[in-house]
């Protein structure tokens, strides 16, 4: 008796033509039917067939399995019970639990058919197709994501597996600290005792991406941020409208979606959730996209803006002009710096076009030293590009526990009318900043001086 299966293939309908399709795998012996007699009887059937494929194992070789791509209305597929005299068996295909891996870039986790980033050789660590490599075929092939001795296609190499072992490794490895830390927390929280953690960054790392659309890369971009430990990102062209939502675990995300009929355009920027900052104000600009934070750099105030020029557009430099007036308390008479990386950040689809440093950093009333590094990574014409900048952040302070019993709050109203200071006009946003800083810390110290710690002592009873 012979035996057949049938399955869906998992193809996106989006992206494997106008309907979904069905593979029919057929275990059959290996001159027992040709494709087109296969074919043939499934027409006669009455089962719309797009084509019929005979499998091949690793070697190349081909094995008695074919594959039959059918049309979605032929779900009735699966009630065959019958193929050529033969029993045959409909089961449902089981998901492959390899990552797929581009045959473009060599990366994993995309095929060729959606990547847009330059080719890399699968046979030398070179950035060119593998089609155009000129090494000896004596030499060993060295891979371009280990630098090991083997091609970068190698089935025993996996380097997203090897990722996750190495993090499940540090996990388990890291778990007893945890489990203390966890225990001296809870510990300080139900004795009242604040606590603070202080973290010294002396590198901060900054990312600068055009992404061409940062919805479809959400996922891989979220593990692009941890792997680099990024504590800022200034991503353009979002492609996101107002009332779409997107989160990235452990950051603050501030956007500035561009109004159209079609996403397109649009800037947004990524900050620590625990890095102490806070929005800031940006006039309405005739072309240029901005939008911007404010946060302490080595003890100094800083504005960092998130901008993008569409060259659809034409450029007014009165924009630039508009931003930096808003901080002209921040800034000195020095002249505007253009840092620039020295390799091309930007590599057109079109490939008759060549590659360009488009992306780019203005500096002002700074003497930070800055290094930026184009990365081949996530997917878009635009490398994404790391800044390095050797500096400390304030990050902020644990939640102070306000209420720690009962509150009275007639002394609550009066600590406020003795402390409070409200003044009589604002005229610039560092007047603004330091009224509400003193309204919190007010209104903080009357909740902390108007509750009452109530004690509660427990005595053991002895039976006689």
Sequence with gaps: MTKAWTFPTGLDTSTSGRFQKHELCCLVKYNFRLKA????ELLELNYKVISVTRLQNRNKSPIPIVAVILEKSAKNIFSLDRLFHCVITVENRKDSNSIPQCQNCQRFNHTKNFCKL???????????????????????????NCNENHPANYKGYNDQTNNANITNDLIKSLMPLFTSLITEIIKKVITNH?????????????????????????????????????????????????????????????????????????????????IKHQQAYIPPLRS????????????????????????????????????????NKYLSNSSTIISAPVKPTYYPYDPNKSSDILDVVLLKSTSV????????????????????????LTHTESTRKLLNGK????????FIIDNILIPRTISNTLTADEAITHFRETISKAAEQCTTVFSCTFNKQTSN
């Design 194 to 274: 604040k606590m603070s953690i202080n973290i010294n960054n002396t590198n901060i790392v900054i990312i600068n991406w055009n992404a061409n659309g940062i919805k479809r890369n959400r996922n891989t971009f979220a593990a692009f941020l941890s792997h680099y430990n990024v504590d800022i990102a200034c991503i353009s062209e979002t492609h996101l409208s107002t009332p779409e939502t997107i989160k990235f675990n452990g950051y603050s995300i501030y956007r500035n979606d561009r109004l159209a009929a079609r996403p397109s355009g649009g800037v947004s920027l990524l900050i620590r959730t625990k």
């Design 407 to 414: 509150p009275d709050w007639d002394k609550f109203k009066q």
């Design 118 to 144: 330059p080719p890399r050789c699968v046979k030398c660590p070179e950035l060119h197709h593998f089609s155009d490599c000129t090494k000896d075929k004596n030499s060993p092939p060295i891979c371009v």
């Design 37 to 40: 007699e296969i074919y043939e």
């Design 288 to 327: 240029l996209e901005a939008v911007a934070i404010t946060l302490s750099i080595n003890n100094t105030n800083t504005a960092i803006v998130s901008a993008y020029q569409s060259p659809s557009f034409n450029m007014y430099t009165n924009d630039f002009d508009k931003i930096l007036t808003v901080y």
């Design 369 to 392: 030293i800055i290094n930026q590094e184009p990365l081949f990574k996530l997917d878009s014409d635009h490398l994404p590009v790391k800044i390095s900048i050797g500096a400390s």
